[in-house]
């Protein structure tokens, strides 16, 4: 079952499904981040055993950026404080089996590299939000891209990965996409949520 998982959830580096917007209301403000991954083989064994202990289903392949599996009711391995071991750990907010029952957990750094301080501003387009940054936060993405060419970073809004994209090549237009929203209404809550976080 978890190859299933796992190659599904390969998939879904490219494309988000999301099945819960998981966004709060259009007042309050979210929080918004592009995170490095850590993948499992560079997570110490201590962790994985504890995780294990949490009924976290750990990915069998290193290379992976998914460190494991959690079903939907089991929340308890992301309350981890793993502030000492300079990692953080977030799910996906769109299940990754063809059950609905499966969400992958990913372990990044705990500061993202560009946060809502970086957005000048965002807008949906059909069922995709794209994202302008400011002229800090166009340097930010044009490194981390150029750094991070082949690999795979994070998309995260309050806590829940919404994308993870592989990165191709460098960006240097200051402008990132969150594609394949379930729907437009969707697209449209998280825009209007991201544009309230935006600081003055």
């Excluded at 978890?2 to 490219?14: A, C, G, P």
């Excluded at 059950?99 to 807008?123: E, F, L, M, W």
């Excluded at 936060?137 to 994209?165: C, H, I, S």
Aim: glycine share 4%; proline share 4%; hydrophobic share 45%.
């Amino acid at each position: 079952m978890m190859k299933i998982v796992t190659l599904l959830s390969i998939l879904f580096l490219f494309t988000l499904i999301a099945c819960d917007s998981g966004v709060k209301p259009n007042s309050q403000k979210v929080t918004f981040g592009i995170y490095e991954i850590v993948k499992i083989g560079e997570i110490p064994d201590s962790i994985i055993d504890a995780l294990k202990t949490l009924n976290v289903q750990i990915e069998n392949n290193p290379q992976e950026p998914i460190i494991g599996f959690i079903a939907r009711a089991d929340s308890m391995a992301l309350q981890l404080d793993l502030s000492k071991e300079n990692l953080k750990l977030v799910k996906t907010i769109f299940p990754v089996d063809l059950g609905q029952k499966y969400h992958a957990v990913i372990a990044v750094r705990p500061k993202p590299v560009i946060d809502n301080s970086h957005i000048k501003n965002t807008r949906a387009a059909g069922n995709t939000v794209v994202i302008y940054f400011t002229t800090e936060g166009t340097r930010k993405w044009a490194e981390l891209t150029r750094n991070k060419t082949g690999n795979v970073v994070v998309f995260v809004v309050d806590d829940q990965v919404y994308t993870m994209p592989v990165i191709t090549a460098e960006i240097k237009n200051g402008i990132a996409v969150i594609n394949n929203l379930k729907n437009e209404a969707l697209a449209r809550n998280i825009a209007e949520s991201l544009n309230s976080g935006i600081r003055e």
